[in-house]
């Protein structure tokens, strides 16, 4: 396995954003190209995003979540953006541009440009459903100086994401979004990051899972998430599991700083979700 450190690069400056104390570092984990690893078999590639209420990147949901893929076979990257109180849209400019670096390297790193898969979870999910309604804004592309085309995630995998803002948002996560906005900004903003409002006929195809008794982000929000997908006739798996409550990570035992932590019913979902990339 090749794993290796890479800075993204953006242009804070140029965004309006202030850049000191912005960093994104995506870490790599991936295949060697070898004639006993069969040769070059351009591979699927998940950029992953932990969660942590746009306060910190869990590493619960980090670098085991990408053995996981990589152990099937899946080329994973972990995107490390920058939090707590940084000015809207630095983290989606961080994430759209992790999608355009694993593109752009895609012959390098034999991976298949068609097959670049976004996977948040809980505040991370929010950030790979950003990618998956953003990626054709203006906005974005200039941000990043480049055609949009090349930011399009060809698959999202959400895990108990924060979605939506209001009465059954996760207001800690929508808070820190939003740092140091205020009035009619802060109002536009509050549309443009209430993303079942914003999934259109270019949203990419989707997975979903979620708990039922998820008692910090509501189980609506993939319930909303999921009506805009099928009113735009976007194509999507979801498995809503009766409990096991919220940040279970991989649900198992390597995952788990609790005991709620560890759901054997709920694990299945990344073996789903593999499942479901290879079907792409």
Same mark, same amino acid.
């Given at each position: ?106 012959? /390098?790193?034999? @991976?298949?440009? &068609?097959?670049? *898969? ?5 505040? %991370?999910?929010? +950030? ?25 995630p060809n ?25 140091g906005t ?31 008794d998820d ?15 099928? /009113?735009?006739? @976007?194509?999507? &798996?979801?498995? *809503? ?5 919220? %940040?279970?990570? +991989? ?30």
């Amino acid at each position: 396995m090749i794993s290796e450190k890479i800075i993204i690069d953006v242009d804070y400056k140029k965004n309006g954003l202030e850049a000191d104390g912005l960093k994104a570092e995506l870490t790599s984990y991936l295949y060697e190209i070898s004639e006993e690893n069969g040769g070059r078999k351009k591979r699927p590639a998940v950029i992953i995003f932990p969660g942590g209420g746009y306060d910190y990147c869990s590493e619960r949901e980090a670098e085991p979540v990408a053995l996981k893929f990589i152990g099937a076979g899946i080329d994973a990257f972990v995107l490390r953006y920058s939090c707590y109180h940084k000015k809207f849209p630095t983290n989606l400019l961080e994430a759209c541009a992790a999608v355009k670096y694993v593109r752009d390297n895609a012959e /390098k790193f034999d @991976i298949d440009p &068609e097959k670049i *898969i976004v996977c948040g979870f809980s505040a %991370g999910g929010h +950030l790979a459903a950003s990618v998956s309604c953003h990626w054709d804004k203006d906005f974005v592309a200039k941000g990043l100086d480049c055609d949009n085309e090349v930011l399009k995630p060809n698959g999202c995998i959400l895990c108990y994401p924060v979605i939506t803002t209001g009465e059954l948002s996760h207001q800690g996560s929508i808070d820190n979004l939003l740092f140091g906005t205020e009035g009619e900004e802060k109002e536009r903003l509050y549309d443009l990051v209430t993303l079942d409002k914003q999934v259109s006929e270019n949203t990419p195809k989707t997975f979903l899972w979620h708990c039922a008794d998820d008692d910090c982000v509501p189980v609506e929000n993939s319930l909303l998430y999921m009506a805009g997908l099928s /009113k735009n006739k @976007i194509p999507f &798996e979801s498995h *809503i599991f009766e409990w096991g409550g919220h %940040g279970l990570a +991989l649900c198992n035992f390597n995952t788990a700083n609790c005991q709620w932590h560890y759901q054997p019913v709920a694990q299945q979902w990344a073996d789903l979700a593999i499942e479901w990339i290879f079907r792409l």
